[in-house]
């Protein structure tokens, strides 16, 4: 059976961590809504962009009671150094443990390129209601307009 993030589930209570090395869980946003956008690598361009558009309406989000999290398995260290690099706004953390929230929720999985398979991150993001339930997943993401429509759900949730 595969792993999936389903709307109406329970969003596991799994630790992360953030880029000062403390660790960050879903339950630490308990009672407000929060985007979680898992995304493959710091520094690349459909990640950057991605980051920097979350970051631009990271106050929009705060008005609409929501709490933005990026997730990606780069190191806590790489993270400081891509937030600091772009001015990104909107918090970063770690998924590298094995068994983590993305392996949990099947978003860290086989992928193809060129014929090659190897594990990686399928770009997602989750809405989380304010009671830990997954209200909306996004699924193989594309990042053009992607933030804005998180944010417009968000809103309405």
């Avoid at 991605?50 to 190191?75: M, P, Q, V, Y």
């Avoid at 190897?118 to 997954?134: E, F, H, K, N, S």
Wanted: contains cysteine; neutral net charge.
């Amino acid at each position: 059976m595969s792993k999936s993030a389903n709307v109406g589930e329970k969003l596991p209570d799994i630790a992360l961590t953030a880029p000062d090395g403390s660790a960050v869980k879903p339950s630490d946003f308990a009672g407000k809504k929060l985007v979680l956008f898992f995304y493959p690598k710091d520094d690349t361009p459909g990640c950057t962009t991605e980051n920097i558009d979350f970051s631009a309406l990271a106050d929009d989000f705060a008005k609409a009671g929501t709490a933005l999290l990026g997730i990606s398995k780069d190191s806590p260290a790489r993270h400081q150094k891509f937030a600091a690099k772009h001015g990104l706004r909107a918090p970063l953390a770690t998924d590298a443990e094995a068994g983590g929230l993305s392996d949990e929720l099947g978003i860290w999985t086989e992928k193809q390129n060129y014929g090659r398979t190897y594990l990686g991150m399928v770009r997602t993001t989750l809405l989380v209601a304010a009671d830990g339930t997954i209200a909306r997943v996004w699924s193989k993401v594309k990042v053009k307009g992607h933030a804005a429509e998180v944010l417009e759900a968000a809103r309405a949730l």
